[in-house]
């Protein structure tokens, strides 16, 4: 059974900091690999999704990477601003699950002015 | 585009009622799966439907149901509420069964159970 974890679970940094989430899965036979971001009260946004045969997937600030060997995935916010403070979690799909996501706890994090 | 529509964005019930939660997929999108988040768990698959038909279910009780529609749309329903029920119900929509393509999800309906 696929196991998604997310450290550290709360992240606060001064505005303009570069950081790096972090998200690991126990079970490399994933389809493609993704992550979210949710506001207080809100649904998930789609931020990036990574194809099992991808290494990395690019968006404006946003580069997300994926090492099915070691099974972990991170997640690179360049410039950090106070508009990034949300709750950023990861969800594998796996192989032969149909689109079934098993989501990591979340990392929470707090950008600072 | 239109995302993902779900109604209605918050109820409140009591323990033994039941509910009915909708949703409406992005247009062309022909995959549905239902989510519940709570604090203490997270965020857990309840069941995907695809083409009417439910394609995987997750662990949870028999009173947690659902069906899909022949334009996409999705309905679950929840019969005997309890007060562990209480979680903010999440629906995703995507292309099919193969698609490689984001899922996306739509803002969820807060369900209390009082």
């Known amino acids: 059974k696929q196991e998604v974890t997310q450290i550290p679970a709360a992240l606060s940094v001064p505005e303009g900091e570069n950081l790096v989430l972090n998200c690991s899965f126990t079970d490399s036979a994933i389809y493609n690999l993704q992550w979210f971001r949710q506001d207080p009260g809100k649904g998930l946004t789609s931020l990036l999704l990574i194809q099992s045969s991808q290494r990395e997937q690019t968006s404006g600030r946003l580069n997300a990477s994926l090492d099915k060997s070691s099974g972990r995935s991170t997640l690179y916010i360049a410039a950090s601003q106070p508009g990034d403070s949300a709750t950023y979690l990861c969800a594998a799909r796996d192989n032969n699950a149909g689109n079934m996501l098993t989501f990591g706890g979340g990392t929470r994090l707090m950008v600072k002015p | 585009k239109a995302g993902v529509t779900q109604t209605p964005r918050y109820l409140i019930k009591t323990r033994g009622q039941q509910v009915t939660l909708s949703c409406s997929p992005i247009s062309g999108h022909r995959s549905v799966s239902w989510y519940q988040q709570t604090p203490g768990q997270g965020l857990q698959f309840l069941f995907e439907?695809?083409?009417?038909?439910?394609?995987n279910k997750g662990n949870f009780p028999g009173r947690f149901s659902g069906r899909q529609f022949s334009n996409s749309r999705s309905e679950m329903n929840v019969s005997t509420l309890e007060l562990g029920d209480s979680a903010l119900y999440l629906c995703?929509?995507?292309?099919?069964?193969?698609?490689?393509?984001?899922?996306?999800f739509g803002d969820g309906t807060r369900l209390s159970i009082l």
């Open positions: 995703a929509s995507s292309l099919g069964q193969d698609s490689n393509q984001p899922q996306h």
């Open positions: 439907y695809f083409s009417e038909t439910q394609r």
